[in-house]
């Protein structure tokens, strides 16, 4: 029988595939695998125990390992610098008693410094990031320390900003995501998933490096422009044939078998992090009795009346980073801080101003123009 009309032929084919005895023998496990794949749950839950002790499917990380996660972090870095700097110079970077200085454009010219603070030493020495000098056998190829240390900026600025970053996201982070606040240093990252066709404004997601890492990231900057490795303006340089893994180096830091570990997991660890040190929302609301107190009713005060708490960001970094093991550490502020000045150097550039170089200031009045009424009502007492 000849059919001329497709809709009759497509009629046709369904029942012919029907009778087939191979259709009825595979369309109950079929159904059956859809039912169970239905049963399935999408997501599983993080636990955290009393003793914030994190769980998630077969991965447990105990407390007293990822509350150490940024020392070691500090530790690690400071282990390859050893390696990959010539000389001692670099440990400046890390040394309280130096003061660094940091031009406008640092990122792309290394253009930072640290200064001996002159109540320490008064030579003032001075050490420029641009002019640390890398190992010679670092020189000759990409070695492994090279690895390890892109390896562990990635680590920080995915585990440490501030909650659970996507891998690619981090990855593909640029020069211009990187804003440098006072002493603090911020990444404004953007996630591929939002950045669509359908998206009309792509949101950054801020992050913060741990204050005790930044001066890190400085040193990682002058590898990179020593070794030409940020040709494609990305932050996490692109190293051919990699074999160490922002994995790898989060498992060591933990403890962690890496057979066992995968990006999801650290996703829901990271998390998990985020939901204890972000428990309190930024948005201030009254509670039942507050909203009476108004007049109100507790949701028109919720939705019409609610407050925000100034500088919480910045006080949900902290904690999140005080979870990983950082050191307390303050807000920034725009108030200039005066370091004492060497009396010798004070009278140098008072005899100077006088082109008098026996010129003395032991006087009453000498002494309050140079130390305060203070100093000279301590002067008479005593």
Known sequence: MVINNKAELAVSMIKSSKDQASTNRISPWIRITKELQRRIPKYSETMIDSDSNISYLG?????????????????????????????????????????????????RNCNISVTKLLA????????????????????????MPVQELVSEIELATYACGGGAERASTVKEMTVNQVMLHGPHLYFDLVHDKQASVMTRKVSPNRKQMPP??????????????????????????????????MILALCRHLDLDPHDVGLPELRQFFAAI????????????????GAKSNNHTHAVHVKNYSSFATGLEYTRFKQFHLLLGEAPYSA????????????????EALRFLLSDNEAEFHGPWQCTIIYGPAVLSHTATS
């Open 59 to 107: 991965l447990h990380i105990t407390h007293d390992k990822y509350s150490r996660l940024i020392p070691s972090l500090l530790q690690k870095f400071k282990s390859i610098f050893s390696v990959l700097f010539d000389g001692d110079d670099w440990r400046a970077f890390f040394d309280p008693s130096y003061k660094i200085h940091i031009d406008k454009n640092w990122y």
């Open 120 to 143: 320490v030493d008064p030579t003032a020495t001075i050490i420029h990031l641009h002019s640390l000098e890398l190992a010679t056998t670092v020189r000759d190829e990409i070695e």
């Open 212 to 245: 005790s890492l930044v001066n890190c990231f400085f040193l990682f900057r002058r590898i990179c422009l020593a070794l030409n490795l940020d040709g494609d303006g990305r932050v996490i340089p692109t190293i051919p044939n990699r074999q160490e893994t």
């Open 274 to 289: 985020s939901n204890m040190a972000y428990s309190n929302n930024n948005k201030v609301v009254a509670d039942l009795a």
């Open 332 to 347: 920034p502020s725009k108030q200039s801080h005066r370091h004492p000045i060497n009396e010798s150097d004070v009278y």
